[in-house]
């Protein structure tokens, strides 16, 4: 599975914007797409997921009412929409994906998969 993200750049706070991942490949239409984030200094943060073969999704708790993760899967695209922005949210973001989904919980770092190569977003204050 490759997977190319698109988005990303340098927002003032309160500011918006939208990433996306398309995935090529094997992909698995029962899988998990998400993103995850890695802020300087800072231990990586799993962002956002969404279950490719029913919709549901996880939010980390710093993001839950301000970031939007969708999915066109017949594009096997995912998006994340990112609003009122915060300099906390400067970080480099990574689209990851995985096959099935884990029912309780999103996905650790060791397991996902597949990895984009990372988009850097600066958020200014």
Known sequence: ???VESGGGSVPARGSLRFSCAASGHTY???SMGWVRQAPGKECEGVATVYRGGGRTYYADSVKGRFTISQDNAKN???LQMNDQEPEDTAMYYCAARPGWILSRPPRLYEWN???QGTQVTVSS
């Open 29 to 31: 239409s029962s899988g």
């Open 114 to 116: 597949y990895w984009g």
């Open 1 to 3: 599975v490759q997977l």
């Open 77 to 79: 695209t995912v998006y």
